[in-house]
């Protein structure tokens, strides 16, 4: 079944992720109907997108800035009746999600493609929740969004052929190529780079290295632009527990058990950069 | 500007303690800030001297050196 050309993307959830999806939508033509719970959250998203519009600038960006008049921001989720294709960015949780899929089988039109863009969650399970398990994917994107070149891309069991065409074309609407991966725990990125988080954390726990030392030798003997423990406190040190947690449930297998010096750090409150210290001070 | 520098200066300071720089130097190539840092730095800019940098200086060079930045800052004071 042909879906036709995509021309306008349901946005569900703005959050840091769904905002840099709508960008991204938005410098290369798509319109955007971006949905979330309060007024708020959608007044920031559009402050979110001025601001990447002038970073872009800033840096010497040559990709084009984001068109604020594409986006429309909404706290009615009936008007995603209007979107071609579906991106749901909300919260990692499941109990969320499961409340979120069966309303989007009912008010989208049969033919669109919802892409899961989850980093942890079954895109089966999900898929398992709508009507419509064969136009369910998976859309791991990168932070920040219009920045990274390629999403992983996650072929639940019931995908099929032209939900994956889909997506790829849309991707490459957006400048992104796609990269596909089954439906696995983690999928290929978090279950590597969190096992590396976690063991880095090990190496400083084990008074191997320190925490500036260890992401030296990422960067400076492999080329990474940041070192794991770096990476560890912008994503949130709380986050990369849960996601340590989640594989060392879902696989059962010892070589995922949570470092526990990250325990430590995350009850004492130091999350990273968004709580001033982590690995690191900020302020 | 002394004071703009002073601040300018104490802002990098307490983002990358006990990093020595002249007020001319190019605090991307000390190897410790990033391109995060540039916006950062724009963000601290416009909030610290309430002003609001205009699209034709949001460029990196502008934000490259204490001095870049105190010369911007008193630009857009002039203009004001």
């Known amino acids: ?283 | 500007m002394p004071h703009a520098r002073t601040a300018i200066r104490q802002f990098i300071l307490s983002r990358f303690p006990g990093v020595t720089f002249d007020d001319g130097e190019d605090i991307f190539g000390l190897g410790v800030a990033t391109s995060l840092f540039a916006m950062e730095l724009v963000m601290f800019v416009e909030q610290h001297f309430a002003l609001q940098v205009p699209n034709e200086d949001l460029e990196l060079a502008n934000f490259r050196s204490v001095d870049a930045m105190a010369e911007l800052v008193q630009r857009q004071r002039a203009a004001a």
Request: net charge negative.
């Open chain 1, 1 to 283: 079944m042909s879906t036709g050309a995509v021309t306008t993307v349901g946005v569900v959830g703005a959050g840091v992720m769904g905002v840099g999806v709508a960008h991204n939508l938005a410098q290369y033509g798509y319109g955007a109907i971006v949905v979330d719970l309060d007024e708020e959250i959608l007044r920031r998203a559009a402050e979110q997108i001025r601001a990447g519009n002038r970073m872009a600038r800033l840096l010497g960006s040559e990709a084009p800035q984001a068109d604020l008049d594409r986006i429309r921001f909404t706290t009615d989720d009936r008007d995603l009746a209007e979107a071609d294709f579906v991106v749901e960015n909300i919260t990692e949780k499941w109990e969320l999600k499961r409340e979120v899929y069966p309303r989007l089988d009912r008010l989208c039109r049969p033919e669109v493609v919802f892409a899961a863009n989850t980093s942890a969650i079954s895109i089966t399970r999900l898929a398992g929740l709508t009507d419509r398990p064969d136009r369910v994917l998976g859309m791991h994107f990168m932070n920040p969004v219009p920045m990274k070149p390629a999403v992983e891309v996650i072929r639940g069991w019931h995908t099929s052929a032209e939900t994956l065409d889909t997506a790829r074309a849309l991707l490459t609407g957006m400048g992104k190529q796609a990269i596909v991966v089954a439906d696995a725990p983690g999928f290929v990125s978090n279950r590597v780079l969190m096992l590396t988080v976690n063991e880095a954390i090990y190496l400083v726990q084990d008074q191997v290295a320190s925490a500036a030392e260890v992401d030296r030798i990422f960067k400076s003997c492999f080329g990474h632009p940041m070192g794991p423990l770096e990476t560890a406190d912008l994503i949130g040190l709380d986050t990369i527990l849960q996601s340590v947690e989640v594989l060392h449930d879902s696989f059962a297998d010892s070589k995922y058990r949570p470092c526990p010096l990250l325990k430590r750090m995350v009850d004492a409150g130091l999350h990273g950069r968004k709580s001033g210290q982590g690995f690191y001070t900020y302020r």
